[in-house]
C-alpha cells in the first residue's frame, strides 16, 4: 500500500516495551469502589459475593491470557503476573495493561448478574492499572507478600472497625479513635473480649485474600474395561485462599516460578 503524506504521524508514537525476562506484574484497582460499593450495597467489611465476583473474573482472565501464572486478588485489586518470557503484544506495556484492564472490566459487568441475581448494579464500574517489572523470583515473592500483609492489616482493622460501628452503636469517629495506635495484638484482643470472635477463624478469602493459578488435578480420563479410573494429571485454573509469604506454597507448586 502506498504511504500517504499522513503516514509520519507514526513516528511519534513512543516505545513501551518491557524490560526483558522480567516477571511482569499488572495490578488493577477498582476506581472509586468506596462510592460503588455502597451505592451497591455490599456488606461491611467484606462482602463474599463481590469477592467471589472478581475472583471469577481473575479465572477468565487466566483462561483468556495464557501467559499469566499467577494473580493475587484482595477488596477492588488483582495484580497479574505473566511469565518471565512472556511475548505477549511483544511486551509492549500500554497494550498489555490495556487489554488487562479492559478484559477484567467487560467480564465485572457481564458476570455481575451472575453473583448478584437480585441487585441491579448501581453506577459503572472502572479500574486503573498499573504495569511494574520485577527481576527475581525474591522480589516477586515479596511483591505478592506486600499485598496479602497489606490484606491482613486492612481486614484486621476494617473487622474492629465495622464491628464496633455496627455493634456497639459507636460512631465512625468513635471507633477510628478506639482504634488508634493499637497493634495487631490488641485488635486480637478486642474482637475476642467485645465480640467473641476469633481472628483467625473468620474465613480465609477475607483474612488471606484470593490465589489464582493453574494446579495440577487429577482427573479421571476414561475407564479400563474392567473399570478402573484411568487418571491423568492436568493443570487447571484454581482459586484458593492459601499463604503465599511462607515457603510452603512455593514448594508445593514449583512450576508456577520455574515455569
Ligand atoms: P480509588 O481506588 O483511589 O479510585 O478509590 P477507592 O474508593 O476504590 O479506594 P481503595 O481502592 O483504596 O479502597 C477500596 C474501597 O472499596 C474501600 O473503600 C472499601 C471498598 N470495598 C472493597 N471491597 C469491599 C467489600 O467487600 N465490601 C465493602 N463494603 N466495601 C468494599
Ligand atoms: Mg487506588
Ligand atoms: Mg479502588
Ligand atoms: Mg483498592
Ligand atoms: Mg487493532
Not at 525476562?21 to 468506596?34: A, S
Not at 478486642?190 to 477463624?201: M, V
Not at 478402573?228 to 484454581?238: E, N
Request: charged share 30%.
Amino acid at each position: 500500500m502506498a504511504n500517504s503524506k499522513y503516514e509520519y504521524v507514526k513516528s511519534f508514537e513512543v516505545v513501551d516495551k518491557l524490560l526483558p525476562n522480567t516477571w511482569i506484574v499488572v495490578r488493577i484497582d477498582g476506581r472509586n469502589f468506596h462510592r460503588f460499593s455502597d451505592e451497591n450495597e455490599f456488606n461491611k467489611p467484606n462482602d463474599v459475593q463481590a469477592l467471589n465476583l472478581m475472583n471469577s473474573c481473575a479465572v477468565a482472565m487466566l483462561e483468556e491470557f495464557t501467559d499469566i501464572i499467577f494473580s493475587y486478588g484482595v477488596s477492588d485489586e488483582y495484580s497479574f503476573i505473566f511469565k518471565r518470557t512472556s511475548q505477549f503484544y511483544e511486551r509492549r506495556a500500554s497494550k498489555i495493561l490495556s487489554t488487562t484492564v479492559s478484559l477484567f472490566t467487560a467480564n465485572y459487568v457481564k458476570k455481575w448478574k451472575e453473583f448478584f441475581p437480585q441487585k441491579e448494579m448501581r453506577l459503572t464500574p472502572s479500574f486503573d492499572g498499573r504495569v511494574v517489572c520485577y527481576p527475581s523470583n525474591v522480589n516477586l515473592r515479596d511483591y505478592l507478600a506486600w499485598r496479602q500483609v497489606d490484606c491482613h492489616i486492612n481486614n484486621q482493622y476494617n473487622t474492629c472497625f465495622w464491628m464496633l460501628v455496627l455493634n456497639k452503636d459507636k460512631t465512625k469517629k468513635e471507633a477510628q479513635d478506639i482504634l488508634k495506635g493499637t497493634q495487631t495484638q490488641d485488635k486480637n484482643e478486642l474482637l475476642f473480649q467485645q465480640f467473641n470472635i476469633n481472628y483467625s477463624n473468620l474465613p480465609a478469602i477475607f483474612r488471606k485474600g484470593s490465589c489464582v493459578f493453574k494446579d495440577k488435578v487429577e482427573e479421571i480420563v476414561k475407564h479400563t474395561e474392567r473399570g478402573d479410573p484411568v487418571k491423568r494429571l492436568r493443570k487447571k485454573v484454581v482459586v484458593s485462599h492459601c499463604d503465599v509469604i511462607g515457603d510452603r506454597f512455593w514448594k508445593d507448586h514449583p512450576w508456577i516460578l520455574d515455569e
